[in-house]
């Protein structure tokens, strides 16, 4: 999900799954980002950056919308002011999946040797 609009206050509050791209064109999200489940991060990955451009490419061409038509234009500048919000346990979770991959698992035992170690890590469930 990516927001290019404001957020209210407590956002990602209870958030388990998924990731979330937002525009914090202020510098201020952070103060309204709920952290206990959470860690905000920057964009760094080449494609990542292509995949977020593509979905705000998308929504600009399925809604007219000015404000992603404006944070294309000016893709370059914009892009820094994004903030990846990516939760924690789930952010494990990816990691170990791809850690199974690596080491020659694929489909269910990739998925089920991720979910076994992410079971077993102590950090999990809203920790650090």
């Known amino acids: ?3 290019i609009g404001a957020t209210g206050r407590n956002f990602a509050a209870g958030m388990s799954g998924g990731v979330a791209y937002i525009l914090d064109e202020k510098g201020d999200f952070a103060t309204r980002c709920n952290t206990e489940m959470v860690g905000l991060e920057t964009l760094d990955d080449a494609s990542e950056i292509a995949e977020l451009k593509q979905l705000i490419t998308n929504h600009q061409q399925l809604t007219n919308s000015k404000k992603a038509e404006k944070v294309l234009a000016n ?37 089920n040797a991720a979910f076994e170690a992410n079971s077993q890590d102590v950090a999990r469930v809203g920790g650090s």
């Open 75 to 111: 893709w370059q500048e914009n892009i820094a002011k994004f903030v990846k919000v990516m939760p924690r346990d789930y952010k494990r979770v990816l990691e170990a999946l791809k850690e199974a991959i690596d080491s020659g698992l694929s489909g269910d035992d990739a998925l």
């Open 1 to 3: 999900m990516s927001f």
